[in-house]
């Protein structure tokens, strides 16, 4: 009976400073109560939560016609889906879309650009664009743009880039099944160049691409190593016209299940609503941040509907957050 460990008390154990190990966690999810791995959850997020929960937006700067072939991906040039495509927005739209998400009560605005990299014209246009929006808003600025070189980050983050965003999407042992175009050592490296700058780390994925709980685990244990200031959750909304199309919506059980995850193995970092918040109903976003969730993406997103800032400033409040 030595070895058994309960939900109870590994989150004691996290409250006092401890840690849960890949193995305990394997086996709540194979032997425990789900409804006892959310109150556990809970417990661990009441102890650790922030003040504010705070919302970030973000703009789909350049969309379409992707090189890399992430199977769930509708921006994917391997794919046929509906994806409109539009070349790199000027700085003009970036600022406009910064002003907007501010006017909203976005703390932070992300530029993301569809593609496996950036070309040294993308890396100064967007550099201009950053440059706007730190001069003309009091917004904080970030960026998701693929893979980049140490010296391409440098020039970002002269311009006044603050958080650099790069997603592990899943378990590092499943992410060959999902896309050969790329690795998650490719991931990894352009995170570890952004930190050794300085810079602050977004890094989350996407929950319901067919993971086992080994494989939830595993993720949640690489996001740990890379140690990000934001974890974005995303739930897999299917695209027609990818391989990953016809998937099952995950269910509110499994939603919850992740960010349960997601918050033992990384009880101080923020865990942020991302892709799929639309896909479920307002009750099981609220359980969500009771279970864990603790930021939210709001407004529109790459190629499917984001959160609304009105729906989920109320959650947060009732939840007890300052927004």
Not at 54 to 68: K, V, W
Not at 256 to 272: D, F, H, I, Q, W
Not at 278 to 305: F, H, K, N, Q, W
Request: glycine letters at 8%; charged letters at 20%; aromatic letters at 4%.
């Amino acid at each position: 009976m030595d070895n058994v460990v309960t939900a109870s008390s590994v989150a004691d154990r996290i409250i006092a400073g401890g840690e849960v190990t890949p193995a305990e966690m394997v086996q709540l999810l194979t032997t425990a109560r789900k409804e006892d791995i959310f109150e556990a959850a809970h417990r661990v997020t009441e102890a650790f939560k922030p003040t504010n929960f705070d919302f970030c937006a973000i703009l789909n700067a350049r969309c379409g016609r992707c090189s890399e072939n992430c199977r769930w991906c509708a921006q994917s040039a391997h794919w046929k889906t509906d994806c409109d495509v539009w070349g790199m927005k000027t700085s003009e739209e970036c600022l406009a879309a910064a002003r907007a998400a501010a006017a909203n009560g976005a703390v932070r605005f992300g530029i993301v650009t569809s593609g496996r990299t950036l070309s040294a014209e993308d890396v100064e246009a967007v550099c201009a664009a950053v440059r706007r929006i730190r001069e003309e808003t009091s917004i904080s600025c970030c960026a998701s743009l693929g893979l980049l070189t140490e010296a391409d980050l440098a020039k970002l983050q002269a311009a006044g880039l603050q958080r650099f965003h790069c997603n592990l999407e899943t378990a590092p042992s499943r992410f060959a099944k999902l896309c050969t175009t790329h690795t998650t050592a490719d991931k990894i490296a352009t995170l570890k160049a952004a930190k050794k700058l300085g810079l602050q780390i977004c890094c989350g994925g996407i929950l319901g691409m067919g993971e086992t709980p080994a494989e939830l685990v595993e993720f949640a244990f690489a996001l740990k190593e890379i140690a990000p200031d934001s974890i974005p959750v995303n739930i897999l909304h299917p695209i027609p016209g990818t391989p990953l199309g016809e998937s099952p919506v995950l269910s509110a059980e499994e939603v919850l299940t992740g960010v349960a995850v997601l918050r033992l193995v990384n009880p101080r970092t923020p865990l942020r609503f991302a892709g799929g918040r639309r896909d479920m109903s307002d009750e099981t976003a609220a359980r969500a941040i009771y279970v864990g969730v603790s930021a939210g993406i709001a407004g529109p997103l790459l190629t499917t509907p984001g959160a609304d800032f009105a729906d989920d400033r109320q959650l947060a409040r009732d939840a007890g957050y300052r927004v």
